[in-house]
């Protein structure tokens, strides 16, 4: 390994390798990853501002839950993924794969977002292996080229992070407004947009308290300020639907399958920290089940949460500026996520492991300081223990094993028109007017009965909670299938129900 010094001008084409890295994992997902059904609830929303100019959502059945109103006014998620979604259809069309790609492309500027955070923390080096690292990350490259909000809303926090401190020393009144306008746009794009926003706002507190004056304070609140006047023009429009739908997503459609509420970590706290711990991080990092090549990931783990132990005990670290930095935002997302997200959701791990793998470097480039011979294959390693698995979830393929047969089946034996309830990734492939029906109670509420009912690994997990939650609804559903209803298609994320 070069000297730092001379490192930028010899190692010129890292930043081309980690993007041509990023982009070719990312394209995994985007062309051999299954359609999940928020992909198709998301996507439905976009696709209605596009082609009609308004903010619905049509996919998901709404009679009888907290979803109603959806149909005229979609207020259960935040508006700007839609509205960049919107944009982006008249650039690169409509399809699942459109949507991927945006998801990639946010990923992208995640990058470059953490290239200019690390440089300037700590300069080239860092930011350098930083950016192959994170190039490789399995939550990035994987999860994050899910068409969610998730990548959007990362690269808009990590932006305004990286803004102000890119700027910070020459122009602090620009720091702050580009940084928080940044922020603001990520705290409207998805709630979790807070932990960036609490990030930023902590390094500025640390590096710049001694600057700071009221008005750049009030200039730091004013993005918010405009984009919440904005929002609440269109919440005024329908209010009572608003309280409803939003309020109802606090726990959302991910807690009718667990029975578990977001904020629930505040009243059994040490539940929560093991949650926490066992739910988010190692079955994300593990993939449970038996011994295979998923589970090399449980090795990134170890490093990352060792970084984090090693820079909060070591002195010589604990005393850098810019592990301090690391360490409260490192600190403030862990604990928000551990106390206030109780559904434990795996995407969001995509607003802290890029933390994580930056104490990680750090970590390493102070360990190997005296053998700076070890440092490519200590990088090489991590990137291809993380790629490893990133490959081997590719390998299954599950877009065309499991959501085209399904698909395909459909598309020869459903007529035009005729009503299929299925979740929200069908919608790509028959459109989001209404021929696609995401109802997975099979019309209890609504009374409508399709000609083919669909279950799915969302499905199946929603109806066996629904025994303890909503008996009625489900014996209902098993009353139907086996009076009304035969088994016509089975793969391993579809079966396919037709009615008499």
């Known amino acids: 390994m070069p000297e730092e010094s ?191 926003m609490l990030g930023l706002a902590a390094v500025t507190l640390y590096l710049d308290r001694d600057r700071l004056r009221m008005r750049l304070v009030l200039l730091a609140a004013l993005p918010y300020l405009l984009l919440g006047a904005a929002y609440g023009i269109y919440i005024m429009q329908a209010p009572a639907d608003f309280l409803r739908q939003f309020g109802g997503n606090i726990s959302g459609l991910g807690g009718e399958i667990t029975d578990i509420t977001r904020f629930g970590g505040l009243k059994a706290p040490w539940t929560a920290v093991k949650r926490e711990f066992m739910e988010r991080w190692v079955t994300s990092f593990s993939l449970g089940g038996q011994w295979s090549v998923y589970q090399v990931r449980i090795l990134v783990l170890i490093v990352y949460f060792g970084a984090v132990v090693v820079a909060l005990i070591d002195r010589t670290l604990r005393a850098r500026r810019e592990i301090r930095a690391l360490l409260l935002m490192a600190g403030i997302s862990v604990f928000v996520l551990c106390f206030l997200e109780g559904l434990k959701m795996h995407y969001y791990l995509v607003h802290v492991v890029p933390v994580l793998a930056a104490l990680a470097i750090f970590w390493m480039l102070e360990w190997t300081s005296e053998r700076r011979s070890w440092r490519p294959w200590l990088v090489g390693a991590f990137m291809a223990a993380q790629a490893a698995s990133t490959v081997a979830m590719l390998w299954e393929d599950s877009y065309h094993t499991e959501y085209l047969p399904a698909v395909d089946y459909l598309r020869a034996h459903a007529g035009p028109g005729e009503l299929i309830m299925g979740s929200g990734e069908l919608g790509f492939a028959f459109g989001f007017e209404g021929q696609v029906k995401d109802d997975v109670r099979l019309g209890y509420y609504s009374g409508r009965r399709p000609r083919y009912y669909v279950t799915s690994f969302w499905y199946l997990d929603w109806i066996d909670t629904a025994k303890r939650l909503e008996p009625l609804v489900y014996r209902h559903i098993q009353t139907e299938l086996s009076a009304h209803y035969h088994e016509v298609f089975r793969n391993r994320g579809y079966t396919i129900y037709e009615r008499w």
């Not at 100019?53 to 207020?75: C, D, M, V």
């Not at 839609?82 to 069309?93: F, N, S």
């Open 6 to 196: 001379e490192l930028p001008r010899k190692a010129r084409w890292l930043p081309v390798i980690a993007l041509v890295l990023f982009v070719g994992l990312s394209s995994g997902t985007l062309l051999l990853k299954r359609v999940v059904p928020n992909e198709g609830w998301f996507a439905d929303t976009g696709w209605h501002l596009w082609t009609q100019g308004a903010l619905r959502t049509t996919i998901l059945e709404s009679k009888g839950t907290w979803l109603a109103g959806i149909e005229q006014h979609t207020y259960w998620i935040l508006p700007v993924y839609p509205l960049v979604q919107a944009g982006w259809y008249r650039i690169a069309g409509f399809s699942v794969r459109s949507l991927r790609a945006l998801s990639v492309c946010c990923g992208i500027a995640v990058l470059a977002a953490w290239f200019l955070i690390l440089r300037a923390l700590g300069g080239a080096l860092p930011a350098l292996l930083g950016t192959l690292i994170l190039a490789t990350d399995y939550e990035l490259t994987l999860m994050g080229a899910i068409g969610r909000m998730d990548m959007m809303c990362a690269a808009f926090g990590f932006g305004g992070i990286a803004a102000y401190l890119t700027l910070r020393e020459r122009r602090l009144g620009t720091a702050v407004v580009l940084s928080h306008v940044l922020a603001a746009l990520a705290c409207f794009t998805h709630p979790c947009g807070i932990l960036p």
